[in-house]
């Protein structure tokens, strides 16, 4: 799971995560984050290194959560929508989206 804003920002860290050997194959990442245009960047970004992108709405991790990511999103239907709609239109893989039947 990354961070989309690390990823436009091109951070060591996250890059390292993404780093895949060349058999690998299918690859999915897992992308969080509450910023559409964000989301939208990095979706970009990322399928054209992967076969799958996958829209995290389902983590409760507080470190996620206190940035509004994650399962925060379910509290905000609305922006969710929005990341959504950025992220499959942007991207040139197919997108899947891990979240809760509810929160807590």
Same mark, same amino acid.
């Given at each position: 799971? *990354?961070?989309? !804003? #690390? *990823? *436009?920002? =091109? +951070? @060591?860290?996250?890059?390292?995560? %993404? =780093? @895949?050997? =060349?058999?690998e194959y299918p690859v999915a990442y897992q992308l969080f984050g509450d910023d559409a245009e964000y989301m939208a960047k #990095?979706? !970009?970004? %990322?399928? =054209? @290194?992967? +076969?799958i992108l996958d829209i995290n709405m389902g983590c409760p991790a507080p470190k996620i959560v206190k940035n509004g990511g994650g399962s925060d999103l379910l509290k905000d239907i609305k922006k969710a929508e929005e990341i959504i709609i950025a992220v499959v239109k942007s991207s040139k893989v197919p997108v899947t989206l891990k979240m809760r039947l509810r929160m807590g």
């Open positions: 799971m *990354v961070n989309a !804003r #690390a *990823v *436009v920002y =091109e +951070d @060591k860290k996250t890059l390292k995560m %993404l =780093e @895949k050997y =060349e058999n #990095a979706s !970009r970004i %990322l399928s =054209e @290194k992967c +076969d």
